[in-house]
Nanobody, 123 residues
């Protein structure tokens, strides 16, 4: 397993940008697919984006496609989520997660989770 710590959340106006980072500890980061999920109050956890262990494959949730970009730097044990053209409906706690095996968008396939970082988008 890897330990994950998110950072970069905050308050931003609609139309603005934020970049989230997720730092991983452990020597097996580069063998894990990495995902971002989010959860708004009163709603279920939602898939945002995933990137394969090599970085060659990425997938996005429909609500963020074209606005968010996931990337990783295996030398730094870090995965990023660049969020542009933010909307109030993007307000949520954002979680970083790690998985092995096939690239999945299902939260149940991710076995390591960070503590989350709050993103608030004002209108």
């Amino acid at each position: 397993q890897v330990q994950l710590v998110e950072s970069g959340g905050g308050l931003v106006q609609a139309g603005g940008s934020l970049r989230l980072s997720c730092a991983a500890s452990g020597r097996t980061f580069s063998s894990h697919n990495m995902g971002w999920f989010r959860q708004a109050p009163g709603k279920e956890r939602e898939f945002v984006a995933v990137i394969s262990w090599s970085g060659s494959s990425t997938y996005y949730g429909d609500s963020v496609k074209g606005r968010f970009t996931i990337s990783r730097d295996n030398a730094k044990n870090t995965v990023y989520l660049q969020m542009d053209v933010l909307k109030p409906e993007d307000t949520a706690v954002y979680y970083c997660a790690a998985a092995v095996g096939y690239v999945s968008t299902n939260s149940g396939d991710f076995r390591s989770w960070g503590q989350g970082t709050q993103v608030t988008v004002s209108s």
